[in-house]
């Protein structure tokens, strides 16, 4: 079953030697093996269910699989492409699969939510910000740590 909120699934190894021959998603041959996987509604050979970034066989690594915008996916990628909740860490909507985004210490965000918090002024690669307490300034409008009251975070560049 996918949940279409979290695009995550489970990789169901299922005994494949007693029924009829199943297609598999992946390659489109037929499965022989005495264990095949069952995610997304489909069946897979063991060797054919991979994630698209890092080609790991998801069978190998865990339980979980994640499918977004046509990618399947393991944890560690799913994470690394769109965050822990697939959403946008300004706004909290959903990130497509196709569009590009902005990320600082661990955040995803959508390139138009990419803001300095005071001046609103969109941050695009190359410039310069601060990330403090969770939230992104410009360079100009860095606030001083009497301020804040707090530890500052090194400046950090978009990339």
Known sequence: MVNNRSAESQAVAVAGGGSPPRSCAGCGGKIADRFLLYSMERYWHTRCLKCSCCQAQLGEIGTSCYSKGGMILC????????????????????IPASEMVMRAQGNVYHLKCFTCATCRNRLVPGDRFHYVNGTIFCEHDRPSAALLNSTMLPDQKVC
């Open 75 to 94: 944890r560690n990628d799913y994470i690394r492409l769109f965050g822990h909740s697939g959403a946008c860490s300004a706004c909290g909507q959903s």
